[in-house]
Structures are given as C-alpha cells and as structure tokens.
T-cell receptor, first 112, second 116 residues
C-alpha cells in the first residue's frame, strides 16, 4: 500500500538558517503530493502541493519538487523564521477519492 | 477560501456520555469529508470517510458503532463519540474535499476531547 516516510525530528535551527525536511514515498500510479503544517493546538494547513512529476510547489518561501525518479518531495526554505516553528507533515493522495496518507510529522523549532 | 470549521474546539465530558462534534465547510461544498484522530506528538490516523448522503466508510480497527458519522449535507458532517471512555480522549480533526475531482483536503482546526 501507499506509505510516506519523513526524516525524523525534532529539527532545531537558528533563525535565518536553511531548512530541509526529507520526504520519500511509495505509491502505485501517479499520486499527488502535499506538505501540511500544524501550529501548536491547531489543525492542519495546506502549505504546498504538486500533482505531477517535476512540478514545484511553493508558498511562503517554502518549496518542494516532485521527483518521481527518486520518489521524493523534500521541503526546503532558504531562511527560516521563529514563526515557522510547527509540525510539518508530508502526505500523498493516490486514489480517486482523495484519501491522504501522512508521514509521521517532523517537529521544527526555530530559535531567535 | 476553503475554510473548514469545527465545533466545539474543546470539550470535557464524563465517562459514559456521548459527545457530538460538528464539522462545517464554510465556503465550499464538501462532497467528501474525512475524520482523523491525532494522538500527542503523532501523525493523523484516518478514522472514516463520508460522502454526502451515504454511509461512512470506516478504516480497519475503528468501531463504527462507537464513532457515529453523519454527512447530512454538503457543508456539514458530524462525529458522535458514544459512551465515551478516557481512552477516547484525543484530538479529532475533520477535513473536507470539494467535488470536481480535486484531491486537496482542507482541514478544520480540530476538537480536543477529554473524557474524565
């Protein structure tokens, strides 16, 4: 079945550091890929998505490129801020009715 | 756009009572709604998928008689936790997916349930 594997956290960075959170997936067919962010005590917010190979999703300075050859969708940001501290979830949707499979989540803490 | 609300945001109840959680899509019609459960510092576990006007499809291991899901309209789904026990305490999150073949889910803010 479908699965998503994220790099284990927690990740702790200083403000303005470069961020990479790795995500790889296993799926049949051509899934859509997502990054969601969850701030403390809140639900999930869609951060970015990509629906086909070589697509790049981007939002709020975050980027991720759909790499079919490596089955990856790594999240990057060039300069993180304290306000980026949250839990980040990689997910895929591989079926027609949109069921999401989530990775285990990566806790990011950014210090001033 | 694509806002989903949940009510209540938190609830405390006594063991043995039932609790209803509402999930509403405010600015789109959610032909499919999903209910998730999230344990502390863990990922989301899909409990069930519901389509408007149809019975919900439950994931393996989720008791359908304990977690009653109703998707009566294109903007409202409810989850009722019946005869709640302390082990049902969790963060419950719903999401909605619009029709038209899109696969993006929009999530509600979640409901914290504490059963005493």
């Amino acid at each position: 079945g479908d699965s998503v594997t994220q790099m284990e956290g927690p990740v702790t960075l200083s403000e303005e550091a470069f961020l990479t959170i790795n995500c790889t997936y296993t799926a049949t067919g051509y899934p859509s890929l997502f990054w969601y962010v969850q701030y403390p005590g809140e639900g999930l917010q869609l951060l970015l998505k990509a629906t086909k190979a070589d697509d790049k999703g981007s939002n709020k300075g975050f980027e991720a490129t759909y790499r079919k050859e490596t089955t990856s969708f790594h999240l990057e940001k060039g300069s993180v801020q304290v306000s980026d501290s949250a839990v980040y979830f990689c997910a895929l949707s591989g079926t027609s009715y949109g069921k999401l499979t989530f990775g285990q989540g990566t806790i990011l803490t950014v210090h001033p | 756009g694509a806002v989903v609300s949940q009510h209540p945001s938190w609830v405390i109840c006594k063991s043995g009572t039932s609790v209803k959680i509402e999930c509403r899509s405010l600015d789109f019609q959610a032909t499919t709604m999903f209910w998730y459960r999230q344990f502390p510092k863990q990922s989301l576990m899909l409990m069930a998928t519901s389509n408007e006007g149809s019975k919900a499809t439950y994931e393996q291991g989720v008791e359908k008689d304990k977690f009653l899901i109703n998707h009566a309209s294109l903007t409202l789904s409810t989850l009722t936790v019946t005869s709640a026990h302390p082990e049902d305490s969790s963060f419950y999150i719903c999401s909605g997916r619009a029709g038209g073949g899109g696969d993006t889910q929009y999530f509600g803010p979640g409901t914290r349930l504490t059963v005493l």
